[in-house]
């Protein structure tokens, strides 16, 4: 049931893709369902000459398994800030925003369209591409929603090898439990960027702005799961089966 639910979240997601778009692919199950539809629709002709930036390495394999055509930033971008692909239909006046449209998922996403993310390990560059777009649609389903992040996930902190000491004794001086991320194999989990992933329970956090704010300051800290003010579309499946579409006031 929740599979579908996801399935249902994801084409509603692809079909806000157009020919000729650059397209952020996030990292996750949800995230699969999308690029499986993406596959689909540029197969049978209906998405023409669209590139996408995927957020990890899993991401890439399977969309390169699928057919789906790949790009980067360096590919995207000359050196003098123009973009390299010409057919893109972006019409960019802030050239921060090289992507039209992002799709991924989220471990929570509260009232205000605040999320957690990260449960994928990819929160670093699925920032990047958030930063980066124009628009980011976050696909869930239901049991994705909380009135106030932190009731049903842990705040994943990205964090240089070095400091991960130091980094979890800063979290529990906020008042988190903290645990050190680990793989299958009981070993610690490493990020596609050679970090690892400090997990911090919070708890129910109400003010999640002021605790980005903190994290953002500590140097040992790479980026964290917290993505503030940053969606456009919220994209949700419910457990009747209905789709629910949720707008931000965000404007670029």
Not at 101 to 129: Q, V, W, Y
Not at 206 to 213: D, M, R
């Amino acid at each position: 049931m929740i599979n579908q639910l996801k399935k249902l979240a994801a084409e509603k997601a692809v079909e806000e893709i157009s020919s000729g778009m650059i397209v952020g692919l996030g990292t996750g199950s949800t995230v699969q369902f999308a690029l499986e539809k993406i596959s689909e629709k540029i197969k049978n002709g209906e998405l023409k000459k669209i590139l996408c930036i995927p957020s990890s390495v899993r991401t890439e394999t399977e969309a390169k398994k699928l057919g789906i055509p790949l790009t980067n930033f360096e590919e995207l971008i000359m050196d003098n800030g123009e973009l390299q692909i010409s057919n893109s239909q972006l019409a960019i006046s802030n050239f921060q925003f090289v992507i039209d449209i992002t799709i991924d998922g989220a471990d929570e996403c509260d009232e205000e369209l605040n999320l957690i993310k990260g449960g994928g390990g990819a929160l670093l560059r699925e920032k990047i591409l958030a930063q980066a777009s124009k628009r980011l649609i976050i696909i869930v389903d239901e049991s994705k929603l909380s009135k106030h992040l932190g009731t049903k996930w842990s705040v994943p902190v990205e964090v240089i090898q070095f400091a991960s000491s130091v980094e979890q004794k800063f979290l529990e001086s906020l008042g988190a439990k903290v645990v050190r991320r680990k793989n299958a194999e009981g070993k610690d989990y490493v990020t596609d960027e050679n970090n690892f992933i400090l997990d911090a329970d919070f708890g129910e956090i109400k003010n999640p702005g002021e605790l980005s704010a903190l994290l953002n300051k500590r140097a040992g800290i790479v980026e964290h799961g917290l993505f503030i003010g940053m969606t456009s579309e919220l994209i949700c499946a419910m457990n009747d089966g209905s789709v629910s579409v949720k707008q931000s006031a965000i404007s670029f």
